[in-house]
C-alpha cells in the first residue's frame, strides 16, 4: 500500500473534465512539492505538472495542479481519447527521507 | 537535449547482485541543484521510488530497500550506477532513471530497461 492514496479509476467522456485526488499527510504532501506524471501504455513516465501546479513546457493548459493541505489534484479538461494513461502523484517525505509515488490512477476516455 | 539511458543485464539470477548504469546526456552531473533518480515498475504495478544521488554527492535510499541499494556517479563519464544485492524474483521490473531536481521533480525519465530475476 503507497503512502500517497489515489483512486485506483477515473473514467469520463470525450470532452469532458476530471479531477484525481492524491492524498498524503504532513510530512509529505503537507509540506512539500507535489508532482503528477502521466504514463502512456507501453512508455516511460512524463512530468505533467510541478511545484504543485506548474506546467512544463509543452505541456498543454488542459492539464493543472492544486494543493490544498495534505492533499492535491490533477485536473485535466478537454478529455481525448490520447490522454488515456496511467497518472501518478509524487512527493518527498521529510519523515522518510524518501521519495513518493502514490499507487497510480488509469483514466479511461470513454 | 536531455537525454538518460538504461543499462544493464536483462536476466539475473536469484542471490546476484545487479549494476545498472544511467548515461546521461545534455546536463552535467556536476550542475547544482540536479540529480539522478532511480525508481521501478514491475509489471502491471505502481511506480517505485528507489533511490536518487545530487550533484553534492547527497544520496537517499527507499526506506524498505536501503540495506540492499548503493548509489553512485562518476561526472567525468556522466554515468550513475545503482547497484542492488541479493535479488530475487519479486524484483523483476522495468528500471527508470530520471533527472531530479530538488522539488524532486522527475524530469525527463530514460526509457527504461526491463530487468528480469529467475534461475
Known amino acids: 500500500q503507497s503512502v500517497l492514496t489515489q483512486p485506483p479509476s477515473v473514467s469520463a467522456a470525450p470532452g469532458q473534465k476530471v479531477t484525481i485526488s492524491c492524498s498524503g499527510s504532513?510530512?509529505?504532501?503537507?509540506?512539500?512539492?507535489v508532482s503528477w506524471y502521466q504514463q502512456l501504455p507501453g512508455t516511460a513516465p512524463k512530468l505533467l505538472i510541478y511545484?504543485?501546479?506548474k506546467r512544463p513546457s509543452g505541456i498543454p493548459d488542459r492539464f493543472s495542479g492544486s494543493k490544498s493541505g495534505t492533499s492535491a489534484t490533477l485536473g485535466i479538461t478537454g478529455l481525448q481519447t490520447g490522454d488515456e494513461a496511467d497518472y501518478y502523484c509524487?512527493?518527498?517525505?521529510?519523515?522518510?527521507?524518501?521519495?513518493?509515488f502514490g499507487g497510480g490512477t488509469k483514466l479511461t476516455v470513454l | 537535449q536531455v537525454t538518460l539511458k538504461e543499462s544493464g543485464p536483462v536476466l539475473v539470477k536469484p542471490t546476484e547482485t545487479l549494476t545498472l548504469t544511467c548515461t546521461v546526456s545534455?546536463?552535467?552531473?556536476?550542475?547544482?541543484?540536479?540529480?539522478v533518480s532511480w525508481i521501478r515498475q514491475p509489471p502491471g504495478k505502481a511506480l517505485e521510488w528507489l533511490a536518487h544521488?545530487?550533484?553534492?554527492?547527497?544520496?537517499s535510499y527507499s526506506t524498505s530497500l536501503k540495506s540492499r541499494l548503493t548509489i553512485s556517479k562518476d561526472t567525468s563519464k556522466s554515468q550513475v550506477v545503482l547497484t542492488m544485492t541479493n535479488m530475487d524474483p519479486v524484483d523483476t521490473a522495468t528500471y527508470y532513471c530520471?533527472?531530479?531536481?530538488?522539488?524532486?521533480?522527475?524530469?525527463?525519465w530514460g526509457q527504461g530497461t526491463l530487468v528480469t530475476v529467475s534461475s
Open positions: 509524487g512527493t518527498w517525505d521529510s519523515s522518510l527521507s524518501a521519495d513518493l
Open positions: 504532513s510530512s509529505n504532501i503537507g509540506n512539500n512539492y
Open positions: 545534455g546536463f552535467s552531473l556536476s550542475n547544482a541543484r540536479m540529480g
Open positions: 530520471a533527472r531530479t531536481y530538488y522539488d524532486f521533480s522527475l524530469d525527463p
Open positions: 544521488i545530487f550533484s553534492n554527492d547527497e544520496k
Open positions: 511545484d504543485n501546479n
